[in-house]
């Protein structure tokens, strides 16, 4: 059997970048056709802070990778669509600048009925249904409040291999 991972910022991330100025629109992308309405390019700033941390993946205020995983991600996906966000920093003294990704992930319905919620709704044991997952290697859990990214062991097993910052894989129970 397959195994899957949830994608996100690692927990050893102590101080990410804090993005100012990035349109509502853009945050919390969820189906196509908001996602084809986005800018091609936009650019935002973030807080830039004495030891701010630039991490390969951010979820906050939208789910953004680096440079390093869109190029992994188009070699599993090549249709894979994405959204530049292009971060300065906002105070004038300071001239740093990173790039980053938004990605427009398919998102499948294939929570398990095991899967455990809190009262308010959100996950609290994510639990994926073997039976309803997708021919594709990396995409998003539809029937949940948060914005959860998937992806296969092969594609995790890459993202090991290539060691980018701020990246974390936590196994997903898969029944």
Not at 51 to 65: G, K
Not at 134 to 140: C, E, G, K, L, Q
Not at 154 to 174: D, H, K, Q, W
Request: contains cysteine.
């Amino acid at each position: 059997m397959e195994s899957y991972f949830l994608l996100h910022m690692s927990d050893r991330v102590q101080r990410p970048l804090t993005i100012l100025g990035l349109p509502s629109r853009y945050q919390r992308v969820v189906d196509k056709k908001a996602f084809d309405r986005l800018d091609q390019a936009i650019v935002a700033y973030f807080c830039a802070e004495a030891q701010e941390e630039i991490p390969c993946v951010l979820h906050d205020p939208s789910f953004l990778i680096s440079d390093e995983l869109k190029k992994l991600f188009c070699l599993y996906m090549p249709d894979l669509q994405m959204k530049i966000v292009q971060l300065f920093a906002g105070e004038k003294e300071r001239h740093e600048n990173c790039m980053y990704w938004l990605p427009y992930f398919r998102s499948v319905s294939c929570l398990h009925k095991d899967a455990e919620r809190y009262p308010d709704g959100s996950i609290k044991k994510l639990i994926i249904d073997k039976t309803r997952l997708p021919h594709i290697p990396i995409f998003r859990v539809n029937e949940i409040l948060e914005f959860r990214v998937i992806v296969e062991l092969s594609v995790a097993e890459s993202i090991l291999r290539r060691c980018p910052y701020g990246v974390g894989l936590t196994p997903v129970e898969v029944k």
